[in-house]
């Protein structure tokens, strides 16, 4: 154990923090778009696929790196993941072009794509049953922060001098992080041995392949909408600029809080309750969007609402992905992670799909009927589940 004695909050506040290295290194881009375009010379498209890029990346490795990385103890394994994310940002710092900006990211997001997932098996290990789902929501509430505060601020610093000063400063505090994960966290055991054919067993799981469809679902839904917010605002309220910026944030600040309220639910109802209400009321908050958010006030109250729905799925469905696999459980949320961010690279090329054929307004509807898919896989799921059970017990009744 660490020779610095620390408490269950101060331990997750240390993985929340790492967290937030991660998470701005992942929104960052977002914040630089003006800046990448006019310093790279390339238009807005060819900058937004150093999102794509990264997604793809955190997508794909997120499972694979797991699975690499088993035996490692966990500690050190959070420590490294955020020198990879540190030396990925700084290398996008330094990066001369392009191309090798592109290279950069997809060095970032193999460093995020072991972090995220490890970090939250990590809290959920220290702590006990009862308060598992708001553990696991402390360390997502550092990709919230990083929602509401990191993209704001590369934008800021990138307008102030440039880009590349930003992923620099991404770089420090990812490398900040590895520090404080390093004096602060306890070691912890890897889990028990296993073959790596046996890692991915959990992904044959039917209850596990339904959350996870769930999950390419409702961010493919929520990201193609909060990504082109802007040409969205333009048309509903006329809404441009720095007031598109308030109104991310008020997005952001919902979010904190519904990640928040999503770890105190699953702590006290469960997972089913609390993803199938979020996901009714995102439907319902994507259907009327066009409609509250006509003047800046509406829109303003929609974006803080619409937050908080989104984000108190997290802490549910990772919950739940514990409960199916307690001894896989890292690799579970790997493949979680990985569906969370192959939604957001759908979004991208879905999105713009949407918004080049049939406008802005289409497209929170179109997410709108995304996350009522979602609720009717769900659904069909769990009483599929249910009556196997009653099934099998009549079965038995009768023999």
């Not at 929104?27 to 990448?36: F, N, Q, T, W």
């Not at 394994?77 to 030396?87: D, N, Q, S």
């Not at 490890?118 to 550092?142: H, K, N, Q």
Request: with cysteine; aromatic share 8%.
């Amino acid at each position: 154990m660490s020779s610095v004695s620390t408490s269950g909050s101060s331990r997750n506040a240390v993985l929340a923090f790492g967290a937030f290295g991660v998470g701005t290194s992942g929104y960052i881009v977002a914040g630089l778009l003006p800046s990448l375009v006019s310093e790279l010379h390339v238009s807005a498209t060819a900058a937004a696929q150093l999102v794509t890029s990264f997604a793809i990346a955190y997508a794909i490795g997120s499972p694979l790196f797991a699975a690499v990385t088993g035996r490692w103890e966990r500690r050190t394994l959070l420590v490294a993941a955020l020198v990879v994310t540190g030396l990925g940002n700084l290398f996008a710092a330094v990066a001369p072009g392009y191309t090798t900006l592109l290279l950069a990211r997809v060095v970032t997001a193999v460093g995020a794509a072991v972090f995220t997932p490890a970090a939250s098996a990590v809290a959920a290990e220290l702590t006990t049953p009862e308060r598992r789902g708001r553990a696991v929501a402390m360390v997502f509430g550092g990709l919230t922060v990083a929602l509401i505060f990191g993209v704001p601020l590369g934008s800021l610093v990138s307008q102030q001098w440039d880009y590349q000063t930003a992923f620099l400063l991404v770089g420090v505090l990812s490398l900040a992080g590895a520090v404080a994960v390093r004096l602060v966290l306890p070691r912890v055991a890897p889990p028990p041995a296993v073959r790596l054919a046996e890692r991915f067993a959990v992904a044959r799981d039917k209850r596990v392949v339904a959350l996870l469809v769930t999950t390419v679902l409702a961010c493919l839904g929520a990201f193609m909408v909060y990504t082109l917010s802007s040409p969205l605002l333009a048309v509903t309220a006329g809404i441009t600029g720095g007031t598109v910026t308030v109104l991310l944030f008020c997005y952001g600040i919902g979010g904190a809080l519904g990640n928040y309220l999503g770890g105190r639910a699953a702590d006290r109802w469960g997972a089913r309750v609390p993803v199938l209400l979020v996901l009714g009321g995102m439907t319902v908050v994507l259907a009327l969007l066009p409609f509250t958010s006509v003047t800046v006030a509406g829109a303003g109250v929609t974006f803080f609402v619409w937050g908080t729905i989104t984000w108190a799925i997290n802490p549910p469905m990772q919950h739940r992905l514990i409960e199916l696999s307690p001894g896989h459980a890292g690799l579970a949320l790997s493949l979680n992670a990985s569906a969370i961010y192959l939604g957001v690279g759908l979004s991208g090329i879905v999105g713009g799909a949407v918004l080049t054929s049939a406008g802005p307004t289409v497209l929170p509807e179109i997410a709108a009927v995304l996350s009522a898919v979602a609720i009717a896989v769900m659904v069909f799921f769990w009483e599929t589940r249910r009556a196997r059970r009653v099934t099998a017990r009549e079965e038995v009744a009768v023999g």
